[in-house]
C-alpha cells in the first residue's frame, strides 16, 4: 500500500475521523476533474487518502480545496507513508496494570503499554462459504407419472423407481470481526479474529456471543489505550452504532483506512 515514488506526496484527512463523504466527493472531484458520480466512487474507497502520488503543487491545489470545505488535511512525503506489517494473530490477551500480554500461535508472545498502542482497527469482514452435502432423492413426479402410465398401459409392475445419492453445494455468507493493533516497538501489527480468540480475559463479563465479545475486547483495549488512534470500525462500535453501514467492501478497503492511520502516528512522532 505504501508509496514509492521520490518526490511525491500524498494528501491525507488529518483527524482521526473521516471527513463528511460529500464535502470528500467534491474535493476529488475538483482537483482531479471527475464528474461527481465518479468522485463519490473513488471518495467510498479513498478512506482518508484525498490525493495520491502528486507532486508538491498537485498537493496544494488539494489542501486548497480541503480548506475551502472545512476538511483538515495535511501533506505527507511518500518516503514518510509507511509500510504496514503482515499482521500476526493473537489468540489470548491478559490485561494488567499498564500492560497488554497476549499470546499466539507456537511460541509466539509479547507485551505492549498504553503509549506503545499507535493504532487500535476494527471491521466487520463478510465471509462466502460453499460446502458439498449428500442429500437422497426419490423419483420426480414426472418419473412416477411415466411408470404409472405404462403400468396402466401393459398391466406390468414395473415399479416407481428407486432413490439415488446427489451431491450440492450450498452456499452460505458469516460475518465476522477482526482488529488490528499497530504497535511502536518493532513496528509489529498483531490482528484479532472474533471466531479464533479465547475471550477468557473478559471474565465476567464475557457472553456466549463472540460478536458481543469482540465489541467487549474493543472497548476494553480503546479504554487501555486511549491516546491510540481508532478508526471507523473502532469508532461505531465504541458508539454503538451499526457495523453495516461501514463501506468495507473488500480488505483492501480496511488496509488502506490503517495505513492513513498509521501514517499520521508517525507524523504525530515527528
Same mark, same amino acid.
Given at each position: 500500500?505504501?508509496?514509492?515514488?521520490?518526490? %511525491?506526496?500524498?494528501?491525507?484527512?488529518?483527524?482521526?475521523?473521516?471527513?463528511?463523504?460529500?464535502?470528500?466527493?467534491?474535493?476529488?472531484?475538483?482537483?482531479?476533474?471527475?464528474?461527481?458520480?465518479?468522485?463519490?466512487?473513488?471518495?467510498?474507497?479513498?478512506?482518508?487518502?484525498?490525493?495520491?502520488? /502528486?507532486?508538491?503543487?498537485?498537493?496544494?491545489?488539494?489542501?486548497?480545496?480541503?480548506?475551502?470545505?472545512?476538511?483538515?488535511?495535511?501533506?505527507?512525503?511518500?518516503? @514518510?507513508?509507511?509500510?504496514?506489517?503482515?499482521?500476526?494473530?493473537?489468540?489470548?490477551?491478559?490485561?494488567? /496494570?499498564?500492560?497488554?500480554?497476549?499470546?499466539?500461535?507456537?511460541?509466539?508472545?509479547?507485551?505492549?503499554?498504553?503509549?506503545?498502542?499507535?493504532?487500535?482497527?476494527?471491521?466487520?469482514?463478510?465471509?462466502?462459504?460453499?460446502?458439498?452435502?449428500?442429500?437422497?432423492?426419490?423419483?420426480?413426479?414426472?418419473?412416477?407419472?411415466?411408470?404409472?402410465?405404462? @403400468?396402466?398401459? %401393459?398391466?406390468?409392475?414395473?415399479?416407481?423407481?428407486?432413490?439415488?445419492?446427489?451431491?450440492?453445494? /450450498? *452456499?452460505? &455468507?458469516?460475518?465476522?470481526?477482526?482488529?488490528?493493533?499497530?504497535?511502536?516497538?518493532?513496528?509489529?501489527?498483531?490482528? $484479532?479474529?472474533?471466531?479464533?480468540?479465547?475471550? &477468557?480475559?473478559?471474565?465476567? *463479563?464475557? %457472553?456466549?456471543? &463472540?460478536?458481543?465479545?469482540?465489541?467487549?475486547?474493543?472497548?476494553? $483495549?480503546?479504554?487501555?489505550?486511549?491516546?491510540?488512534?481508532?478508526?471507523?470500525?473502532?469508532?461505531?462500535? $465504541?458508539?454503538?452504532?451499526?457495523?453495516?453501514?461501514?463501506?468495507?467492501?473488500?480488505?483492501?478497503?480496511?488496509? *488502506?483506512?490503517?495505513?492513513?492511520?498509521?501514517? $499520521?502516528?508517525?507524523?504525530?512522532?515527528?
Amino acid at each position: 500500500m505504501a508509496e514509492n515514488e521520490t518526490g %511525491t506526496f500524498s494528501v491525507l484527512a488529518a483527524d482521526e475521523r473521516l471527513p463528511d463523504f460529500s464535502a470528500l466527493s467534491r474535493i476529488i472531484a475538483e482537483s482531479r476533474g471527475m464528474n461527481f458520480d465518479d468522485a463519490g466512487r473513488a471518495a467510498r474507497h479513498a478512506w482518508g487518502f484525498i490525493g495520491e502520488g /502528486v507532486d508538491e503543487a498537485g498537493a496544494a491545489a488539494v489542501l486548497e480545496r480541503c480548506a475551502l470545505y472545512g476538511v483538515n488535511a495535511a501533506t505527507i512525503p511518500a518516503a @514518510m507513508i509507511p509500510i504496514l506489517p503482515a499482521p500476526i494473530p493473537i489468540k489470548k490477551a491478559v490485561f494488567t /496494570v499498564g500492560s497488554f500480554d497476549y499470546t499466539g500461535g507456537g511460541a509466539f508472545a509479547g507485551h505492549g503499554s498504553p503509549e506503545e498502542i499507535l493504532v487500535l482497527a476494527a471491521a466487520p469482514f463478510k465471509e462466502e462459504k460453499t460446502k458439498t452435502v449428500k442429500t437422497t432423492e426419490g423419483p420426480s413426479g414426472q418419473e412416477k407419472a411415466i411408470r404409472l402410465g405404462i @403400468m396402466a398401459v %401393459t398391466g406390468l409392475p414395473i415399479g416407481l423407481g428407486k432413490s439415488r445419492g446427489v451431491k450440492k453445494e /450450498v *452456499k452460505s &455468507s458469516e460475518i465476522s470481526f477482526c482488529m488490528d493493533i499497530i504497535l511502536r516497538t518493532g513496528k509489529i501489527r498483531l490482528r $484479532l479474529n472474533s471466531d479464533n480468540f479465547d475471550f &477468557s480475559c473478559l471474565m465476567e *463479563k464475557k %457472553t456466549y456471543s &463472540s460478536q458481543t465479545n469482540f465489541r467487549l475486547i474493543c472497548s476494553e $483495549l480503546a479504554a487501555f489505550s486511549p491516546h491510540a488512534l481508532k478508526n471507523a470500525g473502532l469508532l461505531a462500535i $465504541l458508539e454503538g452504532k451499526p457495523l453495516t453501514l461501514l463501506p468495507y467492501d473488500t480488505a483492501d478497503d480496511f488496509e *488502506k483506512e490503517t495505513l492513513r492511520l498509521a501514517a $499520521l502516528a508517525v507524523r504525530r512522532q515527528l
